[in-house]
């Protein structure tokens, strides 16, 4: 009967090193998402100027792409 429950303590305390281990590794997950999303939200402001951009006001060439791009 020892050898059971030296069993299921042993048994019980591995999982539970494995859960915290598991809760770790999410954690740094986690924070590596949330790093992740904060630049691509730089990246996107950055880019998103709010200026017009030069195009051509008359003609047929560069009134709809930037072709000085």
Same mark, same amino acid.
């Given at each position: 009967m020892?050898?059971?429950?030296?069993?299921?303590?042993?048994?019980?305390?591995s999982m539970? @090193?494995?859960?915290?281990?598991?809760? /770790?590794?999410?954690?740094?997950?986690? #924070?590596?998402?949330?790093? &992740?999303? @904060?630049?691509?939200?730089?990246?996107? /402001?950055?880019?998103?100027?709010?200026? #017009?951009?030069?195009?051509? &006001?008359?003609?047929?060439?560069?009134?709809?792409?930037?072709t000085f791009?």
């Amino acid at each position: 009967m020892d050898v059971a429950v030296s069993n299921a303590v042993s048994t019980s305390l591995s999982m539970n @090193q494995a859960q915290s281990a598991e809760q /770790a590794q999410m954690q740094v997950f986690k #924070e590596a998402l949330d790093t &992740q999303a @904060q630049q691509v939200n730089e990246i996107m /402001a950055s880019a998103d100027t709010g200026s #017009e951009s030069d195009l051509a &006001q008359e003609g047929s060439v560069g009134t709809q792409v930037n072709t000085f791009a």
